[in-house]
């Protein structure tokens, strides 16, 4: 190869509704369960990927800021596998720009490996299809191969250690009257990443073993919810979901918990919103943050009430958002 292979794609971050929480198999990154989310407008990330000789060794820039050699090393994993394709070995610059109001800590391994996956497809001249692009990002994080597709969005789990079987697929538009809103109750960064905590929960507590049984039967009740557009019931069934998952790590042994007096605090404020009228259900991932599942149409009144209780700069509003997409490359 002798000219420079170079793309920029942005892809957006996804909120499960029905979480992913254990891999059955660590290496292939498979998922004990199937899972479905909601992918956002509001939060994105913005990465170009420079395949060229000039590098003597992969680059990872990240807001601006050259990145740590573990964090480098992380993403020359997930090259590797391009460049294998490719069958080339040139080194490659990565810039990534996570787009998340200030500081929200809301920042997710799930866009930032859409957004690789996508340019590296792109810069590599590779011709992956989503499906298989989405298998990609999988490698990166579990929860990226569903930002690949923009609306509702489910993952399968596939079968058994077939690697090729697992990956992320369109469940419905959400070009309806939907949206989320992510409610930032601390900004420090989380205490311990989701891929440490799912497999301490996996391997020491007793309630995960009814874990698969519930994602089963929640995925069916929630596709009911989303293809009748029951919006109270999708909240209804998200919401107990992810308490669920919070149960197993609960106990866990040691047992854990992402709970902090703050979340709990909006926990409250979302079940005093329904008392008022207002369609509103809760979900939380592995950091303290709560997002709001509600109307679109109910946003403006929902962020009004929690203003009486929460700093407005930390109320963010969400429309449902796109696939990834290419974008202007950065001047180099
Ligand atoms: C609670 O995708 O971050 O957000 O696959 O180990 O990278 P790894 O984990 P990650 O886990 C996400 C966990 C979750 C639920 C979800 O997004 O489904």
Same mark, same amino acid.
């Given at each position: 190869?002798?000219?420079?292979?170079?793309?920029?794609?942005?892809?957006?971050?996804?909120?499960?509704?029905? =979480?992913?929480?254990? =891999?059955?198999?660590?290496?292939?990154?498979?998922?004990?369960?199937?899972?479905?989310?909601?992918?956002?407008?509001?939060?994105?990330?913005?990465?170009?990927?420079?395949?060229?000789?000039?590098?003597?060794?992969?680059?990872?820039?990240?807001?601006? +800021?050259?990145?740590?050699?573990?964090?480098?090393?992380?993403?020359?994993?997930?090259?590797?596998?391009?460049? +294998?394709?490719?069958?080339?070995?040139?080194?490659?610059?990565?810039?990534?720009?996570?787009?998340?109001?200030?500081?929200? %800590?809301?920042?997710?391994?799930?866009?930032?490996?859409?957004?690789?996956?996508?340019?590296?497809?792109?810069?590599?001249?590779?011709? *992956?299809? #989503?499906?298989?692009?989405?298998?990609?990002?999988?490698? %990166?994080?579990?929860?990226?191969?569903?930002?690949?597709?923009? %609306?509702?969005?489910?993952?399968?789990?596939?079968?058994?250690?077939?690697?090729?079987?697992?990956?992320?697929?369109?469940?419905?538009?959400?070009?309806?009257?939907? %949206?989320?809103?992510? *409610?930032?109750?601390? #900004?420090? @960064?989380?205490?311990?990443?989701?891929?440490?905590?799912?497999?301490?929960? /996996?391997?020491?507590?007793?309630?995960?073993?009814?874990?698969?049984?519930?994602?089963?039967?929640?995925?069916? @009740?929630?596709?009911?919810?989303?293809?009748?557009?029951? /919006?109270? =019931?999708?909240? #209804?069934?998200?919401?107990?979901?992810?308490?669920?998952?919070?149960?197993?790590?609960?106990?866990?042994?040691?047992?854990?918990?992402?709970? +902090?007096?703050?979340?709990? =605090?909006?926990?409250?404020?979302?079940?005093?919103?329904?008392?008022?009228?207002?369609?509103?259900?809760?979900?939380?991932?592995?950091?303290?943050?709560?997002?709001?599942?509600?109307?679109?149409?109910?946003?403006?009144?929902?962020?009004?009430?929690?203003?009486?209780?929460?700093?407005? +700069?930390?109320? /963010?509003?969400?429309?449902?958002?796109?696939?990834?997409?290419?974008?202007?490359?950065?001047?180099?």
């Amino acid at each position: 190869m002798t000219k420079d292979f170079i793309a920029n794609y942005q892809a957006h971050t996804n909120i499960a509704l029905i =979480k992913y929480w254990g =891999k059955r198999n660590q290496d292939l990154m498979l998922p004990v369960t199937s899972s479905l989310s909601l992918t956002l407008e509001a939060f994105y990330t913005q990465t170009q990927v420079h395949f060229s000789k000039d590098y003597d060794e992969d680059q990872f820039i990240l807001n601006d +800021q050259i990145q740590s050699a573990q964090e480098r090393q992380k993403i020359s994993r997930f090259l590797n596998r391009f460049r +294998q394709l490719k069958n080339t070995d040139l080194k490659a610059q990565v810039t990534s720009y996570n787009h998340v109001p200030t500081a929200a %800590g809301l920042a997710s391994s799930a866009s930032a490996f859409a957004a690789l996956a996508c340019s590296c497809n792109e810069a590599l001249e590779l011709k *992956l299809s #989503q499906e298989e692009l989405s298998i990609m990002a999988r490698f %990166g994080s579990g929860s990226a191969s569903r930002s690949l597709f923009g %609306g509702f969005v489910e993952w399968e789990k596939g079968q058994g250690d077939d690697s090729q079987s697992s990956y992320a697929h369109p469940f419905d538009e959400a070009d309806w009257d939907i %949206g989320m809103i992510a *409610l930032v109750v601390n #900004q420090k @960064a989380k205490k311990f990443s989701s891929r440490q905590a799912m497999q301490h929960t /996996i391997e020491t507590s007793p309630f995960y073993a009814l874990w698969a049984e519930e994602v089963a039967k929640d995925l069916e @009740a929630i596709k009911a919810a989303i293809k009748a557009r029951d /919006i109270q =019931k999708i909240g #209804q069934i998200a919401e107990h979901n992810a308490m669920k998952m919070h149960a197993t790590m609960l106990a866990a042994n040691p047992s854990f918990s992402y709970f +902090q007096a703050e979340s709990l =605090k909006a926990m409250e404020a979302v079940r005093q919103l329904r008392k008022t009228g207002l369609t509103a259900y809760f979900t939380m991932d592995a950091g303290p943050n709560v997002k709001i599942i509600c109307p679109y149409s109910q946003v403006a009144a929902i962020q009004e009430k929690l203003s009486q209780d929460f700093d407005p +700069q930390n109320i /963010i509003v969400s429309r449902p958002g796109p696939q990834p997409f290419s974008i202007p490359l950065i001047n180099q």
